[in-house]
Structure formats: C-alpha cells, structure tokens
C-alpha cells in the first residue's frame, strides 16, 4: 500500500505537469493578445464524472473555480460512454460555464485503452463574440454576442467547420478567435496523449484509484484547516460603484463542521445592465478568497472546493435570471474576495489584506486601413489597480487581486491595434496608509497611432467606492477616467475618445493596513526616495518617522 501511495503522489504531480504543460500550449499557441500575453484561461483535468483532480498553474481563479463546475454540464448532452477518439465539445453558456459569452470552455476526452479515462477542459477569453462587444450596456445576454450551446465541436478528428464559420461570421476578429479554439483543441490532444503514456507508465488501468486518492486527501486537508479557523458566523458588507446605482454585496460567513458556508442574503437585486454575475462565477471567486485565507497550501480541485458552500437569492446580482446581460461580470465579481476577507478578517487577524484596486478592462474598438482594406479591430486591455496591503507586508504595487492575470506588455500592445500608450507609470500617493501601505495603483494615457476617433467600453469600478483600508489602515485613492482634454467620462458603458484626443487613466490603490502610526521609518523614507509618496502626505500621517 505504501508503494502505491507513492506511485500515486507522483502521478499526482505529474497531472499538475500535464495541466500546465497544456496552458503553455494554448498561450503559445494562441492568437490573441489577451490568452497570449495575459493568459486569461483556465486548464485542468477532470476524472469521467466530472471531479476536477488538477489544474494548471497558469490562468485565473475565476476561470479555475468556474469551470471546475463546468464540464459536469456536458454530460446531459454528451454521455462519457458516448465519446469517441477525437472528440471535443464546447459552450459558451455563461450560467454553466464562465459566467459571459466571451469565455468559451471546451472538454477532450483522454482515452486508454479503448477507454474514456479523463477529459481535459479549458476554458479561454474570446477576442470578440459580436453583438454589443465586450461591455456593460446590454440590456439581455442576447444582445451580447453569439450563444454557443453545448456543441460538438470536433466530431472523430473532424473539426466542425458548420458552427466554426458560425462563429467567424459573428466575431469582428475572426483570425484571433479561430486561432485562439484551434490553440485550446491542440493542447486538448496533447493533454490527452501525456495522459494515457503516464497511465501506461504506471501500469494504471485508469484514474479511478488516483482520482479519490486526490480528492479525499485534498479534503482532508482543506477539513483541518478549517479547523483552525474560530468556529461561528462573521457577516460583512461591501459596496462597489455598479452601473446606474451603486451595489452593496452582503454577505453571511458561516465557519463549522469542517465547512464554509457563504450565504449572500441580502445582496443588491439583479441589474438591468451587463454586470450580473451568474452564480458559478459568483462561487468562483468567493471560493478562492476563502482558500486565499484559510487554506491557502492545498491544492485547488473538487476535494478542496467540496469544503466550501455558496448560496445567493435568485434575482439577486449574484444570481441572475436568464436572460439577464452579463458581460461585463468582472466589475462586480472581482469584489467578492474583499468581502469574504472582511469575514475571515474578524476570525484571524493579520493574516488578511485590505481591499484591492481591482482590475481595470477597458475594451477599445476602431478601425483603420490594413493591406489596402478597411478593418474593424477590437482588443480588450488588462490595467492593474494597486493590491490591498497585507498584515505583514506592503501591497503589491499595480498587481491586482485578485485575478492573476497579467498585463498586456506595452510594446505588444501597440504592435497588434493601432494606439500608442503615452503614458504608463505608477500613481503617487494612490496606495492606502498603515502599519503596512496599499499597493500604488498607474497612470495610463492612450491615443489611437493615426489620431483616429476610436470607442471604448469603460468597465471600471473604485471611483465612486475606493478599495477600503483595514485595521486603522486608511482608503486606498478612488480611480479617474477622463479625456486628455479634460472632460470626465463615466465609469462604464461605451464611448468615444474623440479625434486627436487621448483616454487617461487613474488606476485605484489598494488599501491600507494598521495604524500608521507603526510603519518603520525605513518604510517611509524609501517610499519617498522612490517618489510614491509625498512629504505632505508622509509628514502628515508618518509624523513618527521624522521625529
């Protein structure tokens, strides 16, 4: 038994590998800038009834967690006994996916001997998807771009080129989203290849053994750590700026028993614009704040999620009624580990963090003359607010939590739609104060190359609401979004950037944490010298560190 305990422990390991080496396959693969370059998916590996057992360590929590619910929807439609070498299937269903039809998850199933074993999904951010594009102004998810149900999408190695010239005919980037799914089937097949070699190398059946080894020992874990946590209910509330009207996220946080119960009575009724959140992108990030502080070390699959219960009335802005817009879910989703940690924080001091900037997404759109054509472009941008300071270290500096996902580089920017960014550094004065300050959020000045009027859908939040301090720690500053020229533009929705005017961007900081007056006078002197805070400020609030 030992010996088998080992052989599993390195398959174990070695399926995280597998998961891995797929996301690399799909950013390397990929076309578009937002899969290639910020590695907006998710990727992982599934036994035959549906129970994540790893992931990739690339990609986003909100991916992650979304579509490890996810690939239990195919089966209604596509029963595992029924798949065939060379299959794949693929949605776009925002309330059995990843919560907006930009995001498409596609699911290969692995076969040894003759057998289905395992199903690879991934799921990836599509460039465009057609109708209003990427924003918040929809007033129904049909509106929104096109609704893939659960389809074949590659039937006994045959692609299905029906639904795929579909698809092409309702993108304004056809190129990057055809790209982009044939990147996701390419590391699907490898996924499924490494598969059976491993399980043949191991002289393994299949994942049965495996599969409950991974998850029982994940729970277990996830159980103990539990434990640790003062057994009772922590309630919280949050408010963010919404679209119309501002949104108050309230929340009920339940510790006992071995598991986390989180229930949002109470929480703003659904909106009339994109920014409802399906409840599985609700629980995604609700999950990953909960294990961010409770459990952070486990690894992240169905034993560890098992652990963790996620409840929102029906209507509410948690959990939309179809056909409620979506789109733009990212706004409101990405508040929701503050509010978890606004819980946890009451149970286990100091091991939190303030509030975070957010990610800002501003998605441009314009045209212009390429090889003698007229062209219609579109690129979603990925600009990071300042990160909420810890209880033992600062935030970090224009790197958002909670998404993971990176910045589209400057220079790729530029090279793949005609705009030059101007401007790009860091926000003085943005992060919260404390004992330990709020990450710095970024200045950001962008133009389109020809001096062309170009669109942009403003998704951002923290202008009306900044990411709060913790503990004595102060507000981190509220974002800006305004022209060049000086006129204010709204937080969300579409408009214009006119001719020959630039868009500018105050990213939020993130909060502060403890009273300021505890932070070391090394810590203030160095944020001087680097120009992130100004002596006014600094004398006022760090008074200790001059005396």
Excluded at 149 to 166: C, S, T, Y
Excluded at 320 to 336: D, E, F, K, M
Excluded at 354 to 366: E, F, K, T, V
Aim: charged content about 20%; glycine content about 12%; hydrophobic content about 40%.
């Amino acid at each position: 038994m030992h010996r088998r305990m080992i052989d599993w422990q390195i398959i174990w390991n070695r399926l995280i590998s597998i998961c891995e080496e797929q996301a690399q396959i799909v950013i390397r693969a990929a076309f578009s800038a937002a899969v290639r370059e910020s590695s907006d998916i998710a990727t992982g590996i599934f036994d035959i009834d549906g129970r994540m057992l790893a992931q990739g360590v690339s990609g986003t929590p909100g991916h992650v967690n979304s579509m490890a619910n996810a690939v239990a929807h195919f089966f209604p439609h596509f029963p595992v006994d029924s798949m065939k070498p060379g299959d794949a299937f693929v949605t776009n269903d925002p309330w059995q996916g990843s919560g907006h039809l930009h995001d498409i998850t596609v699911v290969t199933p692995a076969f040894h001997k003759d057998r289905v074993v395992g199903l690879f999904a991934a799921t990836i951010h599509l460039a465009d998807v057609g109708g209003r594009g990427f924003g918040p102004d929809g007033r129904e998810v049909f509106e929104e771009g096109i609704y893939i149900p659960h389809m074949q999408l590659v039937r006994q190695g045959k692609l299905n080129e029906d639904l795929m010239q579909i698809i092409r005919a309702n993108t304004r980037e056809p190129l990057q989203v055809e790209g982009d799914i044939l990147a996701v089937l390419a590391a699907g097949e490898d996924g499924a290849r490494r598969l059976a070699l491993t399980l043949e190398e191991f002289d393994q059946p299949d994942l049965r053994e495996i599969a409950d080894y991974i998850i029982e020992t994940s729970h277990a874990a996830t159980v103990d750590a539990i434990g640790k946590v003062p057994a009772g209910r922590y309630d919280s509330r949050v408010m963010v700026d919404g679209y119309d009207a501002p949104v108050e996220i309230v929340l009920a946080v339940t510790v006992g028993e071995g598991q986390i119960v989180v229930d949002y009575e109470g929480t703003s009724a659904q909106s009339s614009y994109g920014i409802n959140v399906v409840l599985a992108y609700a629980a995604a990030y609700t999950c990953y704040g909960i294990k961010c502080v409770v459990a952070p070390n486990v690894p992240n699959n169905h034993g560890s999620l098992r652990a963790f219960s996620v409840k929102a009335p029906e209507g509410s802005i948690l959990n939309p009624l179809h056909p409620a817009p979506v789109s733009a879910r990212q706004i409101v989703g990405l508040a929701l580990p503050d509010a978890i940690i606004g819980c946890l924080d009451q149970a286990l001091p100091g091991v939190t963090l303030a509030d975070s900037g957010m990610m800002w997404m501003p998605s441009l759109r314009g045209a212009h003359d390429h090889g003698g054509k007229h062209r219609l472009w579109e690129q979603v941008c990925f600009f990071s607010g300042g990160m909420g300071a810890r209880g033992e270290k600062d935030g970090l500096d224009a790197t958002v939590f909670p998404t993971g996902l990176k910045t589209i580089p400057i220079e790729a920017l530029e090279l793949i739609v005609p705009v030059v960014v101007w401007r790009k550094e860091l926000l003085a004065d943005s992060g919260g104060l404390g004992a330990f300050r709020g990450g710095h959020g970024q200045v950001l000045e962008i133009g389109e190359l020809n001096g062309r009027p170009m669109i942009v859908q403003a998704m951002f939040d923290r202008i009306e609401n900044p990411s709060r301090g913790r503990r004595g720690g102060t507000d981190g500053a509220p974002g800006r979004v305004f022209l060049a020229s000086g006129v204010k533009l709204r937080g969300k929705g579409q408009q214009e950037i006119p001719a020959g005017d630039r868009l500018v961007l105050h990213t939020p900081g993130g909060g502060g944490y403890g009273d300021s007056s505890r932070r070391s006078k090394e810590a203030v002197m160095r944020d001087l010298e680097d120009g992130l805070l100004s002596d006014a400020i600094a004398r006022q609030y760090y008074a200790h560190a001059f005396s």
